[in-house]
Nanobody
Framework: QVQLVESGGGLVQAGGSLRLSCAAS????????MGWFRQAPGKEREFVAA????????YYADSVKGRFAISRDNAKNTVYLQMNTLKPEDTAVYYC?????????????????WGQGTQVTVSS
């Protein structure tokens, strides 16, 4: 019922910023926890950030705290990830995901729907 499409990735120098967007279709968007994950070559998919249905609970990986910010606009069916002070180790494909049950905001296995991903490359 819900489809997710990421955008906003690209090439940026270390210290720069990018804002990722995840546009969702479907009438039940506001009932999902929304998360951002990333996967670099040869590595497992890892949690980046998540936001609960109402936006009142937000979670970040330790590696991005203070640099990244997740937000959602349910009226626009869009979730954002503002990424500042980017580092080369942030280079990865970034995926947005939707969790219907709110079982675990940090666990990728708990998510029901995934976007196709957008490439973020940070050069040194």
């Amino acid at each position: 019922q819900v489809q997710l499409v990421e955008s906003g990735g690209g090439l940026v120098q270390a210290g720069g910023s990018l804002r990722l967007s995840c546009a969702a279709s479907g009438r039940t968007f506001s009932s999902y926890v929304m998360g951002w994950f990333r996967q670099a070559p040869g590595k497992e998919r890892e949690f980046v950030a998540a936001i609960r249905r109402s936006g009142g609970s937000i979670y970040y990986a330790d590696s991005v705290k203070g640099r990244f910010a997740i937000s959602r606009d349910n009226a626009k069916n869009t979730v954002y990830l503002q990424m500042n002070t980017l580092k080369p180790e942030d280079t990865a494909v970034y995926y947005c995901a939707a969790e219907r049950t709110e079982a675990s905001a940090r666990n990728p296995a708990a998510y029901d729907l995934w976007g196709q991903g957008t490439q973020v490359t940070v050069s040194s």
